[in-house]
């Protein structure tokens, strides 16, 4: 049974940094579509960044060179480095899992099979 737990959330001023880590179990980071996504409050689930199987790295505009997705396969543990946040960043964080090496689109959700529970990032100005 694969399990994504995240943890690293919380609650920051405007220009901070927080880092997310998103564990695995019964689930090889290595060699699959990885991402995070983000819902901010009352809106729709929205794709943060993604890391494909050759380990290329992939942002939304509205993060990139803000945040970094990286992943720790001797740890199976996923991460996002974010920083420079800003209030418009607060939302709920979940990271999510492929089962397959290759996938169409890695911004889509119907790409990935797992999910974590989510965690809450608040920013305030």
């Known amino acids: 049974q694969v399990q994504l737990v995240e943890s690293g959330g919380g609650s920051v001023q405007a220009g901070g940094s927080l880092r997310l880590s998103c564990a695995a179990s019964?689930?090889?980071?290595?060699?699959?579509?990885v991402g995070w996504f983000r819902r901010p409050p009352g809106k729709e689930r929205e794709w943060v960044a993604g890391?494909?199987?050759?380990?290329?790295?992939k942002y939304a505009d509205s993060v990139k060179g803000r945040f970094t997705i990286s992943k720790d396969n001797d740890k199976n543990t996923l991460y996002l480095q974010m920083n420079s946040l800003k209030p418009e960043d607060t939302a709920t964080y979940y990271c999510?899992?492929?089962?397959?090496?290759?996938?169409?689109?890695?911004?889509?959700?119907?790409?990935?099979?797992?999910w974590g529970q989510g965690t809450q990032v608040n920013v305030s100005s």
């Open positions: 999510a899992a492929s089962r397959w090496r290759t996938v169409p689109d890695l911004r889509e959700e119907v790409e990935y099979n797992y």
């Open positions: 019964g689930y090889t980071y290595s060699n699959y579509v």
């Open positions: 890391i494909d199987s050759d380990d290329s790295t």
